[in-house]
């Protein structure tokens, strides 16, 4: 790994597609914009399919399979963008190839290949990075600088409202597999999982946990027509104490409402934050911040100062590839001064866990 400012990341990206794809919406055009990275290599499903890529995207090496890109001198970095349920094969070569790896969330396909993958990092002394890129959000970060400087007071309540888009009365094109639990790609792990990881970055771990869920919608349809049968849930309601002793709850909904899509509320004893944005995907796209205190009778708009964002990517900004720009910026950072900042796969495995605690209360009321 290069150990100077100077020397440019060679990163290889696993599944980036010519066709479509979170790779090509998001990893790629931040890259692009970032110092200090270069985008050397990718794989896809195929030798075919990764030279259609590599011309697409002006690529200069492409690979077959995730092996061959994990072996290149020139990847020093593997990042992983591909279903979560090939995760562990791929990040376990890449791994034994002595490289870094950035891999989206979820990690794996629940807390034992999230666990497995941390402890092989840690024993190779491997840099591991994982997408959690709601906590990179200028709008988290300056929340979370709000909170600690004392915004609101002692921390009383939070509460989240959102509706999940994906788990709707449609399916998109290609998502059968956010239907099926064995994959590990559902709403609990993916909206809500993303956003509550931003709010753990913001207020603090969830101590103690109780949770209802519920499949409301039996059939779903996908563009073709077809019917499928989800066994995964499209309500979630977490109810917990954090760290701090708040009390938080947030509830999760299939399918984009009439009414509120998204809205965060955070209420202390001095004063109230609220954030609001148009899907609960916190991860990516733009929401607002409003805030009152005092003797204020109702919140007004909070710009996010601009000294949260990134000059080089603001062309990017109001996109959904904008955190995924901040997080790599941050992970250069990480690999030059020998910070961590960025989520681990430990940290990861950590956020499984608590996931799977959050089922298993479901299950138990």
Do not use: C
């Amino acid at each position: 790994m290069p150990s100077t400012p100077q020397s440019p990341i060679g990163v290889g990206i696993v599944g980036l597609s010519a066709r479509r794809g979170w790779a090509a919406q998001a990893h790629l055009p931040a890259l692009r914009l970032l110092d200090g990275f270069e985008v050397r290599a990718l794989s896809a499903s195929s030798a075919d399919s990764a030279r259609q890529a590599a011309e697409k995207h002006g690529v200069a090496r492409a690979y077959g399979s995730a092996a061959e890109l994990a072996a290149a001198d020139e990847v020093d970095l593997v990042v992983v963008t591909v279903k979560v349920p090939d995760h562990r094969e791929i990040i376990r070569t890449a791994l034994d190839a002595g490289k870094a790896v950035l891999s989206e969330w979820p990690l794996g396909t629940g807390p034992a290949e999230a666990e497995e993958l941390a402890s092989l990092a840690a024993a190779r002394g491997l840099r591991t990075f994982t997408g959690l890129q709601a906590r990179s959000a200028p709008l988290v970060r300056h929340l979370r600088d709000l909170i600690a400087d004392g915004y609101v007071g002692e921390v009383l309540h939070t509460s989240v409202v959102a509706s999940a888009r994906g788990w709707g009365a449609m399916v998109p094109e290609g998502g059968a597999y956010l239907l099926d639990r064995a994959s590990g790609a559902n709403m609990l792990t993916i909206p809500f999982g993303h956003t509550l990881d931003g709010l753990t970055s913001v207020l603090g771990d969830v101590d103690e946990v109780s949770a209802v869920t519920a499949t409301r919608r039996r059939t779903v349809e996908d563009p073709a027509g077809r019917i499928h049968r989800p066994d995964v849930a499209d309500q979630l309601v977490l109810g917990g104490v954090l760290s701090s002793g708040a009390v938080a709850s947030v509830h999760y909904r299939g399918g984009m409402s009439r009414a509120t899509n998204f809205r965060w509320e955070i209420g202390g004893t001095d004063g109230d934050l609220v954030v609001t944005g148009d899907h609960g995907h916190l991860q990516m796209g733009e929401y607002t911040l409003a805030g009152a205190r005092g003797d204020d009778t109702a919140p007004a708009p909070l710009a996010v100062p601009e000294h949260y964002f990134d000059p080089a990517l603001a062309a990017l900004r109001g996109t959904d590839a904008y955190n995924v720009g901040a997080a790599y910026a941050q992970i250069r950072r990480d690999l030059l001064d020998g910070t961590h900042v960025i989520p681990d796969f430990t940290h990861a495995a950590r956020h499984h866990r608590l996931l799977a605690r959050i089922e298993r209360a479901a299950t138990r009321s």
